[in-house]
C-alpha cells in the first residue's frame, strides 16, 4: 500500500508499504479521507514529544474509512461498516484513568499512520474508541470528530457559561473550531483574534461577534474596551506561542479563565504576574488532547449539524501531494482543513 513516512523534520516521503495484517480484536480500515491536522504540521516542521510518536513513522490521525477485515469475534462490526476511530485508547487502570483523566492515561495506547491506503485500528481502540459513521455523514467530517473532541474537553475544563464574553486568540482551525462549539453554549460575545485578515473574515462568516487584527492594533486593549474595561470572562489560546500563551494572561478578567490549548515547543516558559494570578483570582489552566467519550459527543454534535464542521474543509488533494499540503498549510492564508484522499 502506499503510505507517507516521516523520517524526521520535513523528510516525508509517499512509499510502498505491506498492508497491516490484523490480529486478535482488530479491524483493517481503508481510509477514504484524512484531515490534515496543525498537530501535523508541527511534526513536519519540528518534531513532536517521543512519548506520544517516534520517528520513523507513517503518520496523520484524523481520519475515517471502511472496514476491509476484521477479527471474526467482533460480531458488532462489519466488513465494509463505515467508521472512525480515535488515535488514541486509555487503560482504565492506571492511577491517572482511576481519577478520571482518561487523557492523561499513563499507558495510552496511540495511533498514527493515517495518510495511508490502509490503518490497522488496535483491539483495545476498537473497544472503547471507534464509532460507526452515519449515512449522512462524509467521510471528511467524520475525520474532523478528533479535533473537535479535543475542543469539547477543553471547552468544558473551562467552565464556560451562558452569557460570557470568549476572547479566542487564533483564527486557524482550533479558533475556528472553539468558535462554532462556544456559539452553541450561547456566549454574549465571541472574540476572535488574529494576524491574518482572510482568516478573521472567515471566522466573522461563521459568527464570531468581533474580529482583532493583532497586528495592526493592541488585542490586549480592543478586548478590554469591548468589555467595559474588565477583560473577558474566559480567554483561550489556539495558536500554541509562548508570546499568545502571556497575551492571554492580560485580557482576562479578574475572576476569570485561562485556557492554554495550543501546545508550546517542549521546554518552553512564560511569564506569568503574580499579582493578577494571585489578586485577581484568575484561573489557568492547560488541556491536552481528550477521551472516548468527547470523541462519541464530538461525532453526535456532527452528525446532528449542531455543530457544523463542513466549512472547514477547504480543499482535497491527493495522497501523493501530502507534502505539498503542508507547505500550503504553512504559508497560505486561507486554507483551514485539508482533506486528503489516497
Not at 502506499?2 to 523520517?7: G, H, P
Not at 478586548?223 to 492580560?250: C, M, N, R, Y
Amino acid at each position: 500500500m502506499k503510505a507517507a513516512m516521516l523520517y524526521g523534520v520535513r523528510d516525508l516521503r509517499i512509499e510502498d508499504v505491506p498492508v497491516p495484517s490484523i490480529g486478535s480484536g482488530e479491524v483493517l480500515v481503508r481510509i477514504r479521507a484524512a484531515t490534515t491536522c496543525g498537530t501535523d504540521l508541527k511534526i513536519f516542521q519540528r518534531g513532536y514529544v517521543n512519548r506520544v510518536i517516534k520517528l520513523p513513522t507513517v503518520f496523520g490521525h484524523e481520519w475515517a474509512g471502511e472496514i476491509v477485515d476484521l477479527d471474526p469475534e467482533l460480531s458488532w462490526l462489519k466488513k465494509g461498516m463505515r467508521i472512525r476511530a480515535g488515535n488514541s485508547a486509555p487503560c482504565f487502570r492506571c492511577r491517572m484513568c482511576e481519577k478520571g483523566k482518561f487523557n492523561l492515561c499513563e499507558d495510552m495506547i496511540w495511533l498514527w499512520g493515517a495518510y495511508a491506503e490502509y490503518i490497522k485500528v488496535p483491539a483495545r481502540m476498537v473497544a472503547v474508541n471507534l464509532q460507526p459513521i452515519p449515512p449522512h455523514v462524509s467521510y471528511e467530517e467524520a475525520a474532523l470528530t478528533e479535533p473537535l473532541a479535543c475542543v469539547l474537553h477543553g471547552v468544558e475544563e473551562a467552565g464556560i457559561r451562558l452569557g460570557d464574553t470568549v476572547a479566542i486568540i487564533g483564527a486557524g482551525p482550533i479558533g475556528l473550531l472553539h468558535l462554532l462549539t462556544i456559539k452553541r453554549l450561547g456566549v454574549e460575545k465571541a472574540l476572535i483574534i488574529d494576524l491574518v485578515d482572510e482568516r478573521l473574515d472567515f471566522a466573522q462568516l461563521l459568527g464570531a461577534d468581533e474580529t482583532i487584527n493583532s497586528g495592526r492594533e493592541d488585542a490586549v486593549e480592543r478586548v478590554k474596551a469591548l468589555t467595559g474595561g474588565l477583560g473577558a470572562d474566559v480567554v483561550i489560546e489556539a495558536v500554541g506561542s509562548p508570546f499568545t500563551w502571556e497575551q492571554a494572561l492580560k485580557m482576562v478578567r479578574n475572576g476569570g479563565t485561562v485556557l492554554e490549548f495550543g501546545g508550546c515547543p517542549p521546554g518552553t516558559e512564560i511569564k506569568v504576574n503574580a499579582e493578577k494570578l494571585h489578586y485577581g483570582e484568575v484561573t489557568v489552566k492547560g488541556t491536552f488532547h481528550t477521551t472516548p467519550l468527547h470523541f462519541r459527543k464530538a461525532l453526535r454534535l456532527i452528525a446532528s449539524k449542531t455543530i457544523d464542521v463542513k466549512p472547514l474543509i477547504t480543499r482535497k488533494m491527493r495522497l501523493n501531494q501530502l507534502k505539498e499540503a503542508f507547505e500550503l498549510l504553512a504559508t497560505s492564508k486561507k486554507e483551514i482543513k485539508i482533506a486528503i484522499i489516497p
